[in-house]
T-cell receptor
């Protein structure tokens, strides 16, 4: 199994550009998440999804959008990139949110906005 | 409002000795706690967890201790090995809710 995959690994954007970070999982997990990690900080939840067609905001959703049309894919959209969005982005998935349900993370996308 | 805090940004330990990583939390509704390990250029990977009904959970060289009255969690690694050098994140959540992560502690194991 590939687990959770993310593309691209690295990207440099100019201010105001847009892009989509791709995330896919092959574990048939219902829950999927997008986090960002800034230097010296923990992971902050941007958006999450409890199943296809259902998404909700996390702690830091401003400037981002998501969609979940299939169980496997959970893309994250940046519409107008800003320097404050320079970060490492991690996608994760889990079977549920009960005891014993752990999250599996992708390798991350390092985004720089100049 | 940092609900999960790892107050030590870094820790250096000699190979073969015990590594102790600490984590404090403020939300008394947290009932499930996890430790994740992260190598450079990789995503975090799950290491060990503990539910609030226990005070200790062991898995090989890794033991997690939970002190609910002090709202304190610790991860013990014995003996420490060079491959344990990584960033360790503590995470916690209330039942069926989203995880809250600490800032991470960078552990370096010296030969």
């Amino acid at each position: 199994n590939a687990g959770v995959t993310q593309t691209p690994k690295f990207r440099i954007l100019k201010i105001g550009q847009s892009m989509t970070l791709q995330c896919a999982q092959d574990m048939n997990h219902n829950y999927m998440y997008w986090y960002r990690q800034d230097p010296g900080m923990g992971l902050k939840l941007i958006y999450y999804s409890v199943g296809a067609g259902i998404t909700d905001k996390g702690e830091v959703p401003n400037g981002y959008n998501v969609s979940r049309s299939t169980t496997e894919d959970f893309p994250l959209r940046l519409e107008l990139a800003a320097p404050s969005q320079t970060s490492v982005y991690f996608c994760a998935s889990s079977p549920g949110q009960g005891i014993g349900d752990t999250q599996y993370f992708g390798p991350g996308t390092r985004l720089t906005v100049l | 409002d940092q609900q999960v805090k790892q107050n030590s940004p870094s820790l250096s330990v000699q190979e073969g000795r015990i590594s102790i990583l600490n984590c404090d939390y403020t939300n008394s509704m947290f009932d499930y706690f996890l430790w994740y390990k992260k190598y450079p250029a990789e995503g975090p990977t799950f290491l060990i967890s503990i539910s609030s009904i226990k005070d200790k959970n062991e898995d090989g060289r890794f033991t997690v201790f939970l002190n609910k009255s002090a709202k304190h969690l610790s991860l013990h690694i014995v003996p420490s090995q060079p491959g344990d050098s990584a960033v360790y994140f503590c995470a916690a959540r209330p039942l069926a809710q989203k995880l809250v992560f600490g800032q991470g502690t960078r552990l370096t194991i010296n030969p």
